[in-house]
């Protein structure tokens, strides 16, 4: 059964980091592109970062493009997202996702980041 758990979330001040993490299970981790996605209530969900199979690619949506970095840890079933320099407009709920695979409707229970002074 697969399982994404995210977490890291937390209230930080525009401007501040955070790191977030999801430790996936129930498929074989390192065969598979992940990817973050965020969701703000009344919006549409929107992807954030990209990564492929071996971390080799990263592809992030212009809104986070030279202050998000998605990396992953095929050790330990993790990809993680590195969020810099914050601001109010990046407060949603972060999801990881398994894009082009049969679990792509999957969704765990996300982690909320809110920015905010």
């Known amino acids: 059964q697969v399982q994404l758990v995210e977490s890291g979330g937390g209230l930080v001040q525009p401007g501040g980091s955070l790191k977030l993490s999801c430790t996936a299970s129930?498929?074989?981790?390192?065969?598979?592109?992940m990817r973050w996605y965020r969701k703000v209530p009344g919006k549409e969900r929107e992807s954030v970062a990209t990564i492929t199979k071996d971390g080799g690619t990263t592809v992030y949506a212009d809104s986070v493009k030279g202050r998000f970095t998605i990396s992953r840890d095929n050790r330990k079933n993790t990809v993680y997202l590195q969020m810099n320099n914050l601001n109010t407009e990046d407060t949603a709920v972060y999801y990881c996702n398994i894009p082009f695979s049969s679990w792509s409707d999957y969704w765990g229970q996300g982690t909320q980041v809110t920015v905010s002074s």
């Open positions: 129930g498929f074989t981790f390192l065969l598979y592109a």
